[in-house]
């Protein structure tokens, strides 16, 4: 191996070529201004999100050396306020025989907190020459920065009968003074969440199939998701499902039993019915909330993806939602919340509470904005149109259409004529009955809209590429009159370049 690509497999070598290549990148035009994204090259999932010693830490599938998907390091950065990330060397380095292949690395995982060192579970990925093999291993810090692999790994290898190339993600949790962890695995075809135990983080032991599905829920579940939430002693599991057409991040809501290792849902449901969000991971942060984010991207096997976006060209792809906050309702469905922190980049309201009663086939336009946040109220009660449109970077003959169909009960965000590039209709059933109003949150950054609908019962997030100037935002009503209440719009300021 030549003396660059050596230094390639050392935590410093990648953090000076980081350091190298960042300064062509920072400044570029489509660089996001309020969503973490890398400092160079391509990033996927969201990994160990933990709260640890005060600060928030993201860490995140990272391939530093090219704006594609490639062999894997975690990325890592941290944060006092989920708004503002300072970029720290990648925790994760492939470099060890089970986890250094070219198309493999070091999977996704998660964090937890044990005998105040900060351990990583993660997913090594390689192939020696009889297809691809993940196994579950584990590093440790004792700063929080600094990661030490463990020498014995893998910790986990996947049982006999199932798919050695379909074991990943492992999610790692205590309960009653012992550690869990939940991985994503395939067998015959049918995807299976396992549940596993240990005393010490390194030494394993299986406990049950956890939930699986029997065809109706996909043949893999990557990045599954474990918690409790709300007072009633409720469960949820969260996954992406691959195999399951549209549905790409679902959620169950049901009973956990330790004593058997089984969990049993009462309640489905979709975390983001947009394109762009996948593979969501969930925390506990330091103020009791059940925060969540996102990879606001999508993969090449689902059924409408077109590619990953124009940024490659700046040397850069992929970017995180919104922190969320995971809300469980009276009925035990969940609702998704953009966290407080983020009304903290709110500049002087350009619209300031304003009221509309538009006539059927009227638009207004409400004012500019592509690093924005616009919220209003739908007065239902008031309202006889058969849909509100919301038109978003107007400009050059251009939008994205996003349609509250209070007709059909539907939400559509449509870009296919937003900026020459992106394209395609996403779809979400919006709740109608007994809703005298509906709240509507709407997030815009240079090159992704996320939109909260019903209190973030109902989320879409999509990621558009139109120019900075094509900032235009319009509200039309259709087939009779809309009541928009207290309608607001801010510029949001730059938090992360
Ligand atoms: C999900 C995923 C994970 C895997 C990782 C690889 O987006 O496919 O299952 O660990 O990305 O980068």
């Known amino acids: 191996m030549n003396q660059l690509l050596a230094r390639r497999k050392t935590c410093e070598g990648v953090t000076d070529y980081i350091a190298q290549a960042r300064e062509g990148v920072l400044d570029a035009p489509m660089r996001q201004h309020y969503h973490f994204m890398p400092e160079v090259g391509w990033m996927n999932d969201p990994n160990g999100l933990i709260w640890f010693r005060g600060r928030y830490h993201l860490f995140f599938q990272y391939n530093p050396f090219d704006a594609f998907w490639g062999m894997m390091h975690w990325g890592h950065a941290v944060s006092d306020d989920l708004m503002h ?9 492939p470099d060890q025989p089970c986890d250094d292949h070219p198309k493999g ?27 691809f093999k993940q196994t579950q291993c584990v590093a440790w810090s004792e700063d ?38 939940v991985v994503g695995a395939k067998k015959s075809e049918r995807a299976q969440a396992l549940l596993y135990r240990s005393e010490d983080l390194l030494q394993w032991e299986f406990v049950n199939v956890l939930a699986e599905s029997r065809g109706e829920l996909g043949y893999m579940w990557e990045c599954p998701d474990f918690f409790p939430l709300g007072d009633e002693g409720l469960y949820v599991l969260m996954f992406s499902p691959m195999g399951l057409g549209e549905r790409k991040t679902v959620y169950l809501v049901g ?23 996948y593979a969501p991971q969930s925390f506990l942060d330091g103020k009791g909330r059940r925060l969540l984010i996102g990879w606001a991207n999508a993969w090449d096997w689902m059924p409408w993806w077109k590619d990953w976006g124009p940024t490659y060209k700046e040397g850069w792809c992929g970017a995180m939602t919104l922190p969320r906050e995971v809300v469980m309702l009276p009925d035990h469905t969940l609702a998704f919340r953009p966290v407080q922190e983020v009304e903290s980049l709110r500049d002087l309201p350009l619209v300031d509470g304003c009221d509309l009663l538009l006539k059927g086939g009227e638009a207004r336009a409400v004012g500019c904005g592509a690093a924005a946040e616009l919220d209003f109220t739908l007065d239902l009660a008031h309202t006889r149109a058969s849909a509100v449109l919301l038109r978003l970077r107007v400009g050059n003959g251009r939008a994205v259409e996003v349609a509250f169909d209070l007709a059909n009960a539907e939400l559509r965000a449509d870009r296919n004529n937003a900026d020459g590039w992106s394209r395609g209709t996403c779809r979400a059933p919006l709740p109608m009955k007994g809703r005298e109003t509906m709240e509507v949150r709407v997030f815009l950054d240079m ?16 990621n558009v590429f139109a120019p900075a100037e094509q900032d235009g935002i319009e509200i039309e009503a259709r087939g009779g009159e809309a009541s928009v209440r207290d309608l607001r719009l801010w510029s949001l300021r730059r938090s992360i370049h």
């Open 85 to 93: 990330w300072e970029y720290l060397p990648p925790a994760l380095i």
């Open 105 to 131: 690395g070091c999977f996704s995982g998660s964090a937890i907190e044990h005998d105040g060192k900060l351990y990583l579970v993660y997913t090594g990925t390689t192939n020696e020459g009889d297809g």
């Open 144 to 181: 929080g920065v600094r990661f030490e692999k463990y020498a014995g790994n893998p910790v986990l290898t996947a049982p006999a009968g199932y798919d050695p190339a379909n074991f990943r993600d492992p999610r790692v949790f205590a309960h009653d003074g012992v550690f869990y962890m």
């Open 255 to 277: 009973e956990m039993d330790f004593k058997t290792g089984r969990f049993s849902h009462h309640i489905s449901g979709e975390t983001d019915w947009g394109f762009d969000c």
């Open 447 to 462: 090159d992704s809209i996320e939109i909260f609908a019903d209190g973030g019962r109902v989320c879409q997030s999509l």
